[in-house]
């Protein structure tokens, strides 16, 4: 998760408020905090936005979903050859969870699986990188699902 900062002043919104709603619409915004700042003429909102990882914002239909449901149909947010290696790692995080006796999203959670298909996730490196994912899991589960991620890779091109 990113979090990007904006300063909105009060007196005068417009441009700096141009800027925030075009960012927002560029990005995928999973919170956005807001804060007043009381300083006489220099008045100011100051804006915490939020970013969950992965490439443009969610579609609308998608994101009305979401927000009804509270889930995401990855089958509509992947591509066909995307939502296969997704499945894929469904799979291997349930396997994974049921040997080791815990919860599949004590292993990735769904939206960590859709970004490492992705981001094309190749490397413990590249899975570390992923908003949540820290040594711990890297070292219990990142060689079963870099492995799977290289071949699915490998089999698409």
């Given amino acids: ?27 995928r915004v999973a919170s956005v ?3 007043f700042v009381q300083a006489g003429t220099d008045s100011h909102w100051v804006v915490c936005v939020s970013v969950a990882p ?12 979401a927000s009804r449901t509270g889930k995401v149909d990855y089958k509509q947010l992947l591509s066909d050859a995307e939502f296969t290696v997704y499945a894929e790692l469904r799979a291997l995080r349930k396997r994974l969870a049921e040997e080791g006796g815990v919860p599949v999203y004590a292993v990735f959670s769904n939206e960590q699986l ?9 490397s413990a490196e590249s899975l570390q990188a992923l908003d949540g994912v820290g040594e711990a899991r890297t070292r219990r589960y990142g060689t079963a ?3 799977r991620l290289r071949a699915a890779w490998a089999e698409n091109t």
């Fill in 114 to 122: 859709a970004a490492m298909v992705q981001q094309r996730v190749d």
């Fill in 145 to 147: 699902f870099v492995e």
């Fill in 33 to 35: 905090e807001r804060q």
């Fill in 54 to 65: 992965g490439p443009g914002p969610l579609p609308a239909a998608l994101k009305a979903d």
């Fill in 1 to 27: 998760m990113q979090m990007h900062f904006f300063a909105i002043p009060a007196l005068d919104p417009a441009a700096a408020q141009a800027e925030l709603n075009h960012f927002i619409a560029a990005h």
